[in-house]
Every structure is written in structure tokens, then in C-alpha cells.
């Protein structure tokens, strides 16, 4: 069974930082394109980030460019958001994303989501 | 970016009803154009992908259809367990984006 399990989100202050990570497991972690997916409170879904599955090729949102890094260990089966200088409109659920295999940008498995909340 | 518009934004019908949901791209996105069911408080759920192809599971009275700009999604006969929202997704170009959604619900 595929799992997909986020973890990380928190209360933090803008312009603070902040890492969320995502424990995948039931699939080949290490050959699937991998996403953040993140949806504020009552809105729709936002696409932020992904990365290949060797981590050679990155793409983001232009909301998140620069702030944003998107990473992996495949070591470790994990996917990682690191963000930094946070902004109110960053306030969301974050959601981990497996792509589907050979059709990567298709969202297959979604992690349940970790909140993020940035306010004073 | 290629803008998605979803219509509509809102849909009331009965259980045993067929329903349709369009989105249209700002672009030619060919086919590469998936739609996810989300009910409250969970995730979202893959449904449909490259504008037709069925997701492994999800029952056959889903169905997808369109190309280029113009997609739609058909319910043929509504069941309870489908009252929720619906979005599309296109993934021809980056940056990947969604419509705003059409919430399903019961009449």
C-alpha cells in the first residue's frame, strides 16, 4: 500500500523558515517524479514544486522561486521543502505528491497533509 | 501560465443524475489533462489523466473527454459517495495548474 506521510508543519513568524518532510513508502520512491501540493484554507489546489526522480531537474511555482528548495533522499525514501522567508500567503496545507510513473506530473498518491500557518 | 477555468464553480444535482463539468485551457494543452475528486477534510483523489484514461479503481460511470482547450468530465449517474468538489489539472507545461474547482452538491 502506498503511503505517503508529511510532517513539519508549524506556526512560524513571516519571514521565518521552515522544512517539511515526507515518508513515502508502498512504491519504488526512487522512480517517480515527486510534487508539493499545497491548499489554503476554503481554496483550491495550488502545484509548487516538484522534482525527477535522480533529483537532476527541479520546477516551482513563480510564487516560491527562490524561496522555495525542493529536495530528496531516495536513500531514505523521503521528500523534503525547505522554505524560507515566508510570507502569510504561504499559510496552507501541504500535500506530498507522487507522480504517476511514466506520466509524472500526474498527481497518483496524495500524503494527508501538514499545515502550515505563518502569522505574528 | 497556462490559466484553467472550470464551470461551473458550483453544481447542485440529485443522486442518478448525469452531470458534466468543463474546464477550459488559456492554451492547447493537447491531452495532457487530469481531474481529482476532493471531499472534505481528505485529499485529493486522481480520477481521470491524459483527458480520458480512467484511473485504476475509480468506477466506470466517470468518464473524460476533450483536447487542445475544451475538456470535460461526466458523472453518467450520480451515487452519494460522489457529492464533492472537482478539480482539473493541466500538466503540458510549467508552471502545472488547476482550475478553481466545481463543488458538487446534493440537490
Known amino acids: 500500500e502506498v503511503q505517503l506521510v508529511e510532517s513539519g508543519g508549524d506556526l512560524v513568524q513571516p519571514g521565518g523558515s521552515l522544512k517539511l518532510s515526507c515518508a513515502a513508502s508502498?512504491?519504488?520512491?526512487?522512480?517517480?517524479?515527486m510534487s508539493w501540493v499545497r491548499q489554503a484554507a476554503g481554496k483550491g489546489l495550488e502545484w509548487v514544486a516538484n522534482?525527477?526522480?535522480?533529483?537532476?531537474?527541479?520546477h516551482y511555482v513563480d510564487s516560491v522561486m527562490g524561496r522555495f528548495t525542493i529536495s530528496r533522499d531516495n536513500a531514505k525514501n523521503s521528500l523534503y521543502l525547505q522554505m524560507n522567508s515566508l510570507r502569510a500567503d504561504d499559510t496552507a496545507v501541504y500535500y506530498c505528491?507522487?507522480?504517476?510513473?511514466?506520466?509524472?506530473?500526474?498527481?497518483?498518491?496524495w500524503g494527508q497533509g501538514t499545515l502550515v500557518t505563518v502569522s505574528s | 501560465a497556462i490559466r484553467i477555468t472550470q464551470s461551473p464553480s458550483s453544481l447542485s444535482a440529485s443522486t442518478g443524475d448525469r452531470v458534466t463539468i468543463t474546464c477550459r485551457a488559456s492554451?492547447?494543452?493537447?491531452?495532457?489533462l487530469a481531474w481529482y475528486q476532493q471531499k472534505p477534510g481528505k485529499a485529493p483523489k486522481l480520477l481521470i489523466y491524459?483527458?480520458?484514461t480512467l484511473q485504476s479503481g475509480v468506477p466506470s460511470r466517470f468518464s473524460g473527454s476533450g483536447s487542445g482547450t475544451d475538456f470535460t468530465l461526466t458523472i453518467s449517474c450520480l451515487q452519494s459517495e460522489d457529492f464533492a468538489t472537482y478539480y482539473c489539472?493541466?500538466?503540458?507545461?510549467?508552471?502545472?495548474?488547476f482550475g478553481q474547482g466545481t463543488r458538487l452538491e446534493i440537490k
Open positions: 489539472q493541466q500538466y503540458y507545461s510549467y508552471p502545472i495548474t
Open positions: 505528491v507522487s507522480g504517476k510513473y511514466g506520466s509524472g506530473n500526474v498527481c497518483d498518491y
Open positions: 508502498g512504491f519504488t520512491f526512487s522512480s517517480h517524479w
Open positions: 522534482i525527477k526522480p535522480d533529483g537532476s531537474d527541479k
Open positions: 491524459a483527458a480520458s
Open positions: 492554451q492547447d494543452t493537447r491531452s495532457y
